[in-house]
Structure formats: C-alpha cells, structure tokens
C-alpha cells in the first residue's frame, strides 16, 4: 500500500466511521476499488485507522471521562454486552458474510428503515434530548438494536441511532450516544484485530500507517463535529436516500 492509498483508506474511515452509512461497507467497496488486496499487512493497516478513529471521540468529548459522568459510561457499557457477546460467540459467522453484495442490500435495507423511522415520528417529539437522562433500559434496548450492525452494511452507528431514536432520544442524543458505544465496540474488535495481526506490524512501511492514522483522527474528528451540527437542523432523510442509491448503484454494478 501507496502513501495515496493509505490517505484515502484514512479519510473514507474518518468520514464514515461515526455517520450510519457504514464504515465497513464503504472500506470494502473503496479497497476493490483501489486494487488493494486484503493481506496481512492490509488488515494491520485497518486495525490503525480504526484507532484513529477512536481518539477522535476521546478528543471531541473529553469532558464525558471523569467521575461525574460515570453513570452515563454504565450504560455504555450495558449497551456493549449484546454486541460484545454476539460478536465473540459468532465472529466466524460474521466474517463469512463480508460479501459486497450483502453490504449492498444492507445499504438498501437501512436507507429504507431510516426513511421509515423518521416518517414515523414526524410530528413526535423526543423525550430524551441529553444523553445523561437516558434510562438504563433504553441504553439496553439500543445495545440489542447495535447488533444487527454485525451484518456487513448495516453501520454500527445507523443500528445504533435508529435504536435510540425508537426508544425516545432525540436525534442529536441518539448520534452521541453513538459516538460514546464506539468506544468499547471498536476497542474490542480493534483489540482483537491486532492481537491476530500484531506480527504484520514489523514489516509495514511507517509512512503509509502514520498518513493513515493521521488523516482517519483529523477526519473522523471533524466529521462528528459536523453531523451534531447537522442534526440541529435537519434529519437523518439524506442518509436514508443516500444509503438506497449507495446500495442500488452496487447492485447495479455487480448485476
């Protein structure tokens, strides 16, 4: 892997990581794209990105980690355990399905439930506006929402929001409790990722990983700034048209 590659692998994780599009999909897609085979070193390279990513979370809510907030993080935690479980017990299964066809319909199916979901509560109001008065059994209700993101395509953070905006937050909460439940999901499968690639790492080449990293934190950094400002005034309807027309031009392509 280029330096060119590395920088746009970065910036397609940066972007997509935090906003229900699914990051996943897109990585596939955009790594057949650029040619670029799915080796060793190449999952090692992800496992970095992904890291990235995660800082950036850290960084645009520092103020969330410290004692005062420790009930908001219980329920971070209670809403990873679905997940966290799943995963464990069937990753095989999961990996099985990476399939650019299963991410391409997933892509549709979620365009449509977001379509759905918001037509629904057009004229509702949301209950929960803060993160910090969410229930723990709203935060387990999302937990079991975030699992059907282990299908290729279906987005960690769209399973995730849709979940929070069924059980009552507002879109804003919903996309920032997204954000916080990344945490533990990406700790947990980047942590594994890298106790299985962690060899791959001494023959990469520096500057590819360090332009990766660099660009996915800056990238992800922004783009969750960005989407909160979004949300303050628009829905989540652009997300489901684009996840349909995403979804149909992959269809189309390998049909």
């Not at 955009?30 to 990513?53: P, R, Y």
């Not at 990996?95 to 509702?124: N, P, Q, S």
């Not at 929402?145 to 009552?168: E, N």
Request: aromatic share 14%.
């Amino acid at each position: 892997m280029d330096i060119i590659q590395a920088i746009i692998l970065g910036l397609i994780e940066g972007v997509t990581e935090f906003l229900p599009i699914s990051s996943t999909g897109h990585m596939i897609v955009v790594s057949d794209w650029l040619g670029i085979a799915q080796s060793e070193g190449n999952k090692a390279f992800e496992v970095i990105i992904q890291l990235a990513a995660i800082l950036a979370v850290v960084a645009n809510y520092s103020e969330k980690f410290t004692l005062k907030h420790l009930d908001l993080w219980k329920k971070v935690v209670l809403a990873f355990i679905p997940i966290g479980v799943v995963g464990l017990l069937f990753h095989k299964q999961i990996k099985a399905m990476f399939t650019v066809e299963t991410v391409a319909i997933m892509f549709v199916v979620g365009g449509i439930i977001f379509l759905i979901v918001e037509y629904l509560h057009r004229d509702k109001g949301y209950p929960v506006k803060d993160v910090e008065y969410m229930s723990y059994k709203q935060a387990l209700w999302i937990g079991m929402a975030q699992v059907f993101a282990l299908i290729p395509g279906t987005s960690r953070a769209g399973a995730s929001i849709i979940g929070a905006l069924i059980v009552g937050l507002d879109r804003k909460a919903s996309a920032e409790f997204s954000f916080l439940l990344a945490l533990p999901v990406m700790l947990a499968a980047s942590g594994f990722d890298l106790l299985k690639h962690y060899q791959d790492f001494a023959g990469a080449q520096l500057a590819p990983l360090l332009a990766g990293f660099v660009i996915a934190f800056v990238s992800a950094w922004l783009a969750m700034r960005l989407f909160i400002r979004f949300l303050e005034h628009f829905t989540f309807v652009a997300f489901g048209i684009y996840r349909i027309l995403f979804g149909w031009l992959l269809l189309w392509v390998i049909y």
